[in-house]
C-alpha cells in the first residue's frame, strides 16, 4: 500500500512564504513523477507544479518565479517552496505521484490547506 504524507500548510500573509512536503511511504519499487495540484473552493483541481525523476520541472503560468518545487529521490520526497504568496493562491494543495509497485499507479495525498489573507 502506497501513502503520500503531506505537511506544512497554514496561513501567511500577502508577500510571505510557506513551504509544503509531501512523502512516499509504503511498499513500492520506485516514485516518477511528482507533482503539486491545488483546488480552491468553486473552482477545478489544476496543476501547480511537477518534476521528473531526473530533475525537469514545470510550471503553471500563476507561479512562475514565485512557487519552486524540488525532490529529494532517496526520501521519496517533493517539496514546494511558496514565495511571494497571493491571496488567490489560497487553496488545498494536494500531492501526486506516479508509483511502481506491481504495475504504475496514481497517487494522491490527502490535500493539505493554504491560506493567505490580504
Known amino acids: 500500500q502506497v501513502q503520500l504524507v503531506e505537511s506544512g500548510g497554514g496561513l501567511a500573509q500577502a508577500g510571505g512564504s510557506l513551504r509544503l512536503s509531501c512523502a512516499a511511504s509504503g511498499t513500492f519499487f520506485s516514485v516518477y513523477g511528482m507533482a503539486w495540484y491545488r483546488q480552491a473552493p468553486g473552482k477545478q483541481r489544476e496543476l501547480v507544479a511537477k518534476m521528473t525523476t531526473g530533475g525537469r520541472a514545470s510550471y503553471a503560468d500563476s507561479v512562475k518565479g514565485r512557487f519552486t518545487i524540488s525532490r529529494d529521490n532517496a526520501k521519496n520526497t517533493v517539496y514546494l517552496q511558496m514565495d511571494s504568496l497571493k491571496p488567490e493562491d489560497t487553496a488545498v494543495y494536494y500531492c501526486?505521484?506516479?508509483?511502481?509497485?506491481?504495475?504504475?499507479?496514481?497517487?494522491w495525498g490527502q490535500g493539505t490547506q493554504v491560506t493567505v489573507s490580504s
Open positions: 501526486h505521484a506516479e508509483v511502481t509497485t506491481s504495475y504504475v499507479g496514481s497517487y
